[in-house]
């Protein structure tokens, strides 16, 4: 979110900070209204109900997070740096998106409503299966470049990987932030750098 915000963004922010603390279904459009401080009709010419105010924050994320777990170049860092602080590097845009506030906010609205909201349940699959793709190319890149062995598990692991990222709302909404210790001993890049670390470790081709 820029430092000039238009009432565009100003909405987006007051409805994300009502969903996440008031809750989506409790949350009217008058509500977000008197937050911004405009009538909600003024609100109408920008979002045509709460629920394209939803819909535009998710798609909004979508179109965020998309490239970094697309990124072409991932085989390519991989390779300069094959260790489990070379593959966190790989992945450090995606924390330090999701420790900004609004986007951290969005996050958790997400986490909550898509056990009863079918698009937003689309995208939470969809996330799912990006960051197991994108952990399966990690593990596709490391059997090529001999580091670890062929019969490594990337079924168990992967899905590993997408649960420690999956937990992030959670621990968000707990007030615990990305950085926090609590619980585990570790924040969350710590617990996926131990985990590629173990797999490293159980799989290195020179033991």
């Not at 409805?15 to 459009?29: M, R």
């Not at 798609?59 to 085989?75: R, S």
């Not at 059997?143 to 937990?167: E, G, P, Q």
């Amino acid at each position: 979110m820029n430092s000039i915000i238009s009432t565009k963004q100003k909405i987006l922010i007051c409805a994300v900070d009502l969903f996440a603390s008031k809750g989506y279904t409790e949350t009217s459009v008058r509500d977000i209204a008197m937050a911004v401080g405009i009538k909600p009709a003024s609100l109408y010419n920008h979002f045509s109900s709460k629920e394209d105010i939803l819909a535009f924050m998710v798609n909004d994320y979508v179109n965020n997070t998309l490239f970094i777990f697309e990124n072409p170049e991932l085989p390519s860092i991989i390779q300069v740096n094959p260790t489990a602080q070379g593959i966190l590097d790989c992945l450090q845009l995606k924390f330090d998106y999701l420790t900004d506030e609004y986007y951290s906010k969005v996050l958790c609205v997400i986490h909550h409503e898509h056990h009863r909201n079918e698009d937003v349940q689309n995208f939470v699959v969809k996330g799912i299966l990006n960051i197991e793709e994108t952990v399966e190319r990690i593990f596709v890149e490391l059997k090529k470049l001999n580091v670890i062995r062929h019969d490594a598990d990337s079924d168990f692991w992967k899905k590993t990987a997408s649960s420690l990222i999956y937990t992030l709302p959670s621990r968000i909404m707990m007030g615990i932030g990305q950085g926090s210790t609590a619980y585990t001993g570790m924040d969350l890049a710590g617990l996926l750098h131990y985990m590629f670390d173990t797999v490293l470790k159980l799989y290195n081709t020179k033991d």
